[in-house]
């Protein structure tokens, strides 16, 4: 009978200890990407409350597709920035929740699932969207070092009491 090497025995029993840890391992960085994410969805917000158009619009990637509560038909990049400039141009204080429901990761993508409220204050002191909750779901995708939105979705949802 032939024993393993020293070698043969320390990659053996290293691979055994890697995948020992491998759940744990993988759940972690999972923990990683759905909080880093979620922190990102916090920026998306914190943007559109600022009118900040420029850093909002990084947050998309350049072949995103998605259909956005204001639109009759899905759009690219290219058609998610106007609402925000919007904000910005027309001095509408804008407020928004975010409630967190469901979050997936599938290797380099995250898709995440929430509500929110969203409520528009304009100059003239109209109000618009108050007891109205739309619902989210944006899906993620780590591009080198960042997270991208490629694809997302809104509806409303039914109001409260109806």
């Keep these: 009978m032939t024993w393993p090497s020293a070698t043969s025995s ?8 890697l995948v020992g840890l491998s ?5 972690s960085a999972e ?3 759905v909080s880093a994410v979620w922190s990102l969805e916090h920026d998306y917000w914190r943007f559109v409350k600022a009118g900040d158009v420029e850093n ?3 947050l998309w990637h350049k072949d995103f597709v998605g259909w956005p509560c204001h639109t009759d038909h899905p759009v690219g990049r290219s058609g998610v ?4 400039q919007e904000i910005r141009n027309k001095r509408i204080t804008f ?5 967190r429901e469901a979050a997936q ?3 380099n993508i995250v898709v995440v699932h929430y509500r929110s409220t969203m409520v528009s204050t304009y100059p003239d002191g109209r109000v618009e969207g108050r007891g109205q909750e739309s619902k989210f779901t944006h899906t993620w995708m780590k591009v080198d070092s960042s997270w991208q939105i490629i694809g997302g979705m809104c509806g409303r949802l039914p ?3 109806k």
């Design 10 to 17: 320390v990659v053996i029993l290293g691979t055994v200890a």
């Design 159 to 161: 109001q409260s009491g």
């Design 23 to 27: 759940p744990a391992m993988l759940a």
């Design 31 to 33: 923990d990683q990407s």
């Design 95 to 99: 407020t928004a929740d975010l409630t």
């Design 105 to 107: 990761v599938f290797g």
């Design 56 to 58: 909002y619009l990084t």
């Design 81 to 84: 920035g106007g609402w925000v």
